[in-house]
């Protein structure tokens, strides 16, 4: 089994997004190990870009956060490496498709073999473009996750059933950040991902507390939360481990309880 | 076209934008398909562009840059002289009756130096769109005259604090508005570029500027020019100068880009120059950019050029060899903005300027009987007081 798989195996599972490199190197390893000893089933580490169209501001600064030490793409890929000596954790890598591509498809993927990354989220990278790096991505074995969003409308059947990993279903319209609303419509969206495809589906974009998750959890596979923790790693800095345990504690039990 | 069809350009173009604007842009595309085969649409149009704009432009024959510069005939074709005193206009209209025709109640736009925010504005006035629009704040400060204008047009103008708070940053912002909103949202475009069907549908709405050059070159002299010139951010002005010469082999298209303080330094604009293959804004083009793929803050006196990438129409002309393109520095088009100045009496934009600036060097090696057209892209009011401060005046705007 995948170890993607192996995140949705009899479980809800919790998934966790860091920026990597904000506020360092080796703090995202810190605060990534810290998650899954909370019960983090899969974690996302965004690859830093200097402009990420599809986040809202609080992950907008982390990216610039990032940068401004200098995180490039070897050091992500570094980071993973030194995540895998500690943990078997499905890692997922977060960014957009330019520093891919200038990295080259090819070396891009077979890096993300050797490290032991599973698989990558491209937000700008939708169905009709995905040929641009599907096979090669495949041949290495990572797996590349595709989104669904509230205006996928007739498209859901055709991305789910040639969808890998896990589905993301993006929540809400817009950017990333935390919403008091979520707007997402799961009893309609399910059954049809269902229909074509026996693939997980986790629920991202706006999910902060432990109710919206329980509440997704009772019928999404998964849930994805982004701006929540990278705020907590905003506010407390260098010192946000035991806090980011603590939050995505109470955010495992949520979804454990649904 | 086969190529067109999928919103490719050679290798280039292509629809690299988050899944929740998929389905919008497959809309618009069927959309305008529709809509610019409907004679009720192309007869408001062309009377908009006819009655509220002010063409034809003219092309204006330049006697004394003719015979100072000792070379081609040369020949200015006037997108000035449109209504809100740039090309902007030409794409706006199509763009916002079109949205106005797909039921939409609100457009937004990102803008540079303020000029496509102003003809965004004009035409949500007048044709009673809700209107938003996008600019990076150290733009609202060099251009805080622009700022006001697209207020006065009942417009609601957001100041972008983001990245380097400039049209870049201003594009990225309308962008993730627009995946906020599209129910009731059409984002107009500024130039083209961004996901298909975007280059495509402002191409066509800018390329009146060569099939009107076309037939009245021809009308005037009896044939084709050697050379159209055009400056190029985005590249819309220029794509709209170049299209329908495109098959005119003989026709040299030559875009100019800004270089800034040169080519070799930190501070430019050249994406053709400078630039390597990326993909970016929904595009995949040539974009100043690192090794990892960051995009690289750029510069340019002129903030309409101030963009790190260029359109994936320009992109292919270029790898195909079909169009040239030459970069122009800060002091180049500032020399040539005061010369046009004094030469024809034409207060043009620093933008359009880097074109007259290579006119300068190109000119003079043609032939007599050789033609050549400078697009003249739009109206320097706009930029005067910055031209002032770069000569060292302070002068209030």
Redesign the interface.
């Known amino acids: 089994m995948s170890r993607i798989k192996g995140a949705f195996e009899n479980k809800k599972a919790f998934i966790g997004f860091v920026t990597g490199g904000d506020p360092t190197l080796d703090k995202s390893l810190e605060f990534i190990l810290s998650m899954v000893e909370a019960g983090a089933d899969l974690i996302e580490i965004g690859i830093p ?3 990420p ?2 986040e ?2 609080v992950i ?1 600064e982390a990216n610039i956060r990032a ?1 401004a030490v200098n995180t ?2 070897e050091s992500i890929f570094r980071l993973v490496t030194m995540v895998r000596e500690k943990s078997e954790v499905p890692l997922v890598l977060l960014t ?8 080259g498809y090819e070396r891009f993927f077979a890096r993300c073999k050797e490290a032991g990354v599973d698989g990558i989220i491209m ?7 995905k040929g641009e790096l599907a096979d090669i991505a495949e041949v290495h074995g990572i797996d590349v996750i ?10 859901i059947q055709m ?1 789910a059933k040639e969808a890998k990993g896990f589905l993301y279903v ?1 929540s809400s ?3 990333t950040g935390v919403r008091q609303e979520i707007s997402v419509n799961l009893d309609e969206i399910l059954p049809q991902i269902r229909a074509v495809s026996d693939i997980p589906a986790a629920v991202g974009f706006g999910v902060s507390t432990p109710e919206q998750a329980e509440r997704i959890a009772a019928t999404a596979d998964g849930v994805i939360v982004g701006s929540a923790i990278v705020r907590i790693i905003e506010k407390y800095g260098m010192d946000a481990a035991k806090p980011l345990y603590d939050y995505v504690k109470s955010m495992k039990d949520a979804i454990s309880r649904a | 076209m086969d190529q067109e069809k999928k919103g490719r350009y050679g290798i280039h173009g292509g629809q690299y934008v988050p899944e929740t604007l998929m389905n919008e842009l497959i809309i618009l595309e069927q959309q305008y398909e529709h809509f610019k085969k409907d004679p009720e649409f192309i007869k408001e149009f062309e009377f908009l562009l006819k009655e509220y704009a002010g063409r034809p432009s003219l092309l204006y024959y330049a006697e004394k840059m003719t015979k100072d510069l000792g070379g081609a005939k040369i020949y200015l074709k006037r997108e000035d002289l449109n209504h809100t005193g740039a090309h902007k206009i030409n794409n706006v209209l199509g763009q916002v009756l079109l949205a106005k025709k797909m039921g939409k109640t609100r457009v937004i736009a990102e803008t540079g130096a303020g000029q496509h925010g102003v003809a965004t504005a004009t035409a949500a006035a007048l044709l009673g769109l809700e209107c938003e629009i996008f600019m990076g704040k150290e733009d609202t400060e060099r251009q805080s005259l622009n700022v006001y204008r697209m207020e006065l047009l009942g417009a609601k103008v957001h100041s972008v604090t983001s990245g380097t708070q400039t049209l870049k940053d201003a594009v990225n912002e309308a962008m993730r508005e627009w995946t906020t909103r599209v129910d009731d949202t059409h984002y107009v475009l500024g130039s083209v570029m961004g996901p298909h069907p975007f280059p495509m549908i402002v191409r066509d709405f800018q390329s009146v500027i060569s099939e009107e050059a076309r037939e009245q070159i021809l009308e005037k002299e009896g044939k084709l020019p050697s050379a159209v010139l055009a400056c190029v951010g985005g590249g819309s002005n220029a794509i709209g100068a170049f299209y329908h010469f495109i098959p005119d082999k003989e026709v040299a298209l030559i875009g100019c880009e800004a270089a800034g303080h040169g080519v070799h330094t930190e501070k430019n604009a050249a994406t053709i120059a400078n630039g390597s293959l990326g993909i970016f804004h929904g595009m995949k083009s040539y974009f100043c950019q690192n090794e990892d793929g960051q995009i690289a803050p750029v510069y340019s006196i002129s903030a309409g050029l101030d963009y790190p990438g260029i359109g994936p129409e320009h992109a292919n002309l270029h790898d195909t060899g079909r169009a040239t393109y030459v970069p122009v520095t800060d002091e180049e088009a500032v020399c040539a903005f005061e010369y046009l100045a004094r030469t024809e009496g034409i207060i043009c934009a620093i933008e359009s300027a880097h074109a007259v600036a290579y006119a300068q060097k190109l000119a003079p090696t043609m032939k007599k009987d050789d033609i050549m057209i400078i697009c003249l892209s739009g109206r320097g009011d706009k930029d005067v007081a910055a031209i002032a401060r770069y000569r060292g005046r302070k002068i209030d705007e």
């Open positions: 870009f200097s402009d169209i599809a809202g501001p907008q940068l490039d793409t957009y498709v330019n520093p891919v591509f200038k990295y937000p700008d990278l939708p169905y009709e473009e595709s989104l669904i969003a509230p205006t996928s409308n007739a498209r991305i993006v319209m817009g950017v």
